[in-house]
């Protein structure tokens, strides 16, 4: 079974910015599509970016477009999430998501925390 492991999480001022990271513990694993899911405090889990495998094709909430950007590292096996100008409406768990064929695996999240 392959784990992913999200790092990066953390408590920043509004405006400021995070780089979320996430890499499979087994480190031969290739995936197909990564992506970045969130789940705010009482909300349920929402969708923020994905990316293809090859890196050529991303996807982006509309809330967090211009803002957020995910990339990969193939040789690395590794998806980022770019955060900058964040806000307190971004508070919540991030969970790094990895699609290979017909199965999603998931990590157990980094919480991210904005301040006002």
Not at 55 to 64: E, I, L, N, P
Request: net charge positive; with cysteine.
């Amino acid at each position: 079974q392959v784990q992913l492991e999200e790092s990066g999480g953390g408590l920043v001022q509004a405006g400021g910015s995070l780089r979320l990271s996430c890499a499979p513990s087994r480190r031969t694993f290739s995936s197909d599509a990564m992506g970045w899911f969130r789940q705010a405090p009482g909300k349920e889990r929402e969708f923020v970016a994905a990316i293809s495998r090859g890196g050529t094709s991303t996807h982006y909430a509309d809330s967090v477009k211009g803002r957020f950007t995910i990339s990969r590292d193939n040789a690395k096996n590794t998806v980022y999430l770019q955060m900058n100008s964040l806000q307190p409406e971004d508070t919540a768990v991030y969970y790094c998501m990895a699609r290979l064929g017909a199965m999603d695996f998931w990590g157990q999240g980094t919480l991210v925390t904005v301040s006002s």
